[in-house]
């Protein structure tokens, strides 16, 4: 059974500007026509497009999915490299989670710092104004 790319929008939860997009640059490959120029999708598209937006949800980069499509076409390659793409992503994560709680650290600081009083007098306006007190009151 085939369908239409809206179809095919409905059933992956993508956009269709998306799958356009996503063809364009050959992570889906150009699906047939008809003879009225009207893409048609199968399953292989519907499972391939679920397969990119799960790997793009979960945060890989175009790249990497690139790569993980490759390898699921070969079922009996050993999957060292899949580990590793991920084991990356997760180094990733893991700078920007620490990123993150310095930042939530910077914020909470700033807040508590705040004596509430007038806007001349406010910690929150005088950091975000001076980024080198910022810098200076960390160290």
């Known amino acids: 059974m085939d369908f239409s790319i809206g179809e095919l929008s409905r059933r992956a939860q993508v956009k269709v500007p998306t ?3 996503y063809e364009q640059i050959g992570l889906l490959p150009a699906p047939p026509r008809t003879e ?20 793009r949800e979960l945060g890989f980069e175009i790249d990497a999915i690139r790569e993980l ?9 050993s999957c060292d ?21 310095a930042l939530r650290g910077e914020l909470t600081r700033m807040i508590s710092e705040c004596g509430h009083g ?5 910690r929150v306006i005088q950091v ?12």
Do not use: W
């Not at 007038?118 to 406010?122: G, M, W």
């Open 19 to 21: 799958i356009r997009y």
């Open 118 to 122: 007038r806007v001349a007098e406010c």
């Open 81 to 101: 490299e899949a580990d590793e793409i991920a084991r990356r992503h997760l180094g990733e994560v893991d700078r920007r989670i620490a990123k993150l709680t």
């Open 36 to 55: 009225g120029k009207q893409r048609r999708y199968d399953e292989t598209d519907a499972g391939r497009l679920n397969f990119i937006r799960h790997a």
């Open 69 to 77: 499509l490759d390898m699921s076409a070969q079922p009996d390659r």
């Open 128 to 139: 975000l104004a001076d980024h080198e007190m910022c810098e200076h009151d960390r160290h």
